[in-house]
Nanobody, 115 residues
Framework: QVQLMESGGGSVQPGGSLKLSCASS????????MGWYRQTPGKERELVAS???????NYGDSVKGRFTISRDGAKKTVYLRMNMLKPEDTAVYYC?????????WGQGTLVTVSS
């Protein structure tokens, strides 16, 4: 059973920064892709950033230039560095891992951007 554990969420003022971590119970290179999604009430979960096994990254349009996804294989952890945060970044952020037709999700961590 794959387990993904997010951490690092919290409250921050607009313009601030946070770094989320997603610790995997499995070797992260086992997955074809890992990434971060976010969701707010009444809206569908949307892609924030992803990184595939080859290291190719992909970002949602609203976060390009502000967020950076990275990984540490030895620590089995994927990170999301979020800079220049905006109130509209407020959401529950979920870690995602996919291999073949199987997907796995963490339980989510809340990020609140407010003055």
């Amino acid at each position: 059973q794959v387990q993904l554990m997010e951490s690092g969420g919290g409250s921050v003022q607009p313009g601030g920064s946070l770094k989320l971590s997603c610790a995997s119970s499995e070797n992260i290179f086992f997955f074809n892709v890992m990434g971060w999604y976010r969701q707010t009430p009444g809206k569908e979960r949307e892609l924030v950033a992803s990184i595939n096994v080859g290291g190719v990254t992909n970002y949602g349009d609203s976060v390009k230039g502000r967020f950076t996804i990275s990984r540490d294989g030895a620590k089995k952890t994927v990170y999301l560095r979020m800079n220049m945060l905006k109130p509209e970044d407020t959401a529950v952020y979920y870690c995602h891992a996919g291999v073949a037709s199987r997907t796995h999700w963490g339980q989510g961590t809340l990020v609140t951007v407010s003055s």
